[in-house]
């Protein structure tokens, strides 16, 4: 019979953690007996995901200078046009934001690069920010906005391991005003 005093045990205990974690138990979230609210308890957060690694080799052998898009959660609020992979292995292009017209806060482009048959080499990559109006000092940033006309980028590849042959290009972050 000790069954069921271990599950009755068991639920009390869960109920204790859970009222003490809510902080259920006080009326209206105040401290009991003096009217002054609880102090609130954070949980922690699970930490930033960051953006995927690139495949160790391309799903189809690339044509020469190929480059590619990879769609991920920001692809659908940039237009990337003019793609190239220059002779210096890098990529540039022109990249437009379709989706808003605030000021651009943060912005990366990250190129992974591949030999002729497909496997992975290394990588580069490209940040943009924006100033607006309001930047401290008065400075900002008087020429192409990527929210409007667009901008040219180019990511130059760093240490890779062969010849660049073709790359993917995705865009990891996107933070407007």
Same mark, same amino acid.
């Given at each position: 019979?000790?069954?069921? %005093?271990? %599950?009755?045990?068991?639920?009390? !205990? ?31 957060? =699970? ?11 391309? =799903?189809?052998?690339? #044509?020469?200078?190929?480059? /590619? ?9 940039? /237009? ?16 437009? %934001? ?6 651009? !806060? ?12 497909? /496997? ?30 667009? %901008?040219?980028? #180019?990511?130059?590849?760093? #240490? ?18």
């Amino acid at each position: 019979m000790r069954h069921p %005093i271990r %599950i009755t045990t068991a639920a009390v !205990l869960g109920a204790v953690v859970l009222t003490t974690l809510t902080g259920c138990g006080t009326s209206a979230g105040t401290n009991p007996g003096k009217g002054e609210p609880l102090a609130a308890t954070a949980l922690p957060l =699970p930490p930033p995901r960051s953006a995927p690694s690139p495949a160790a080799t391309l =799903p189809a052998p690339p #044509k020469q200078g190929e480059v /590619r898009v990879e769609e991920g959660p920001f692809t659908d609020r940039v /237009r990337l046009t003019r793609l190239t992979l220059t002779g210096e292995s890098a990529v540039s292009g022109h990249l437009a %934001i379709t989706s808003d017209v605030s000021d651009v !806060l943060a912005l990366e482009l990250s190129a992974a690069y591949y030999d002729s048959k497909g /496997r992975f080499i290394g990588t580069g990559s490209f940040q943009y920010q924006e100033e607006g109006q309001d930047a401290e000092g008065g400075h900002h940033h008087d020429g192409p906005r990527a929210a409007s006309e667009g %901008i040219d980028f #180019k990511a130059p590849a760093t #240490k890779l391991t062969g010849t660049a042959a073709a790359a993917v290009v995705s865009v990891p972050v996107l933070v407007n005003e």
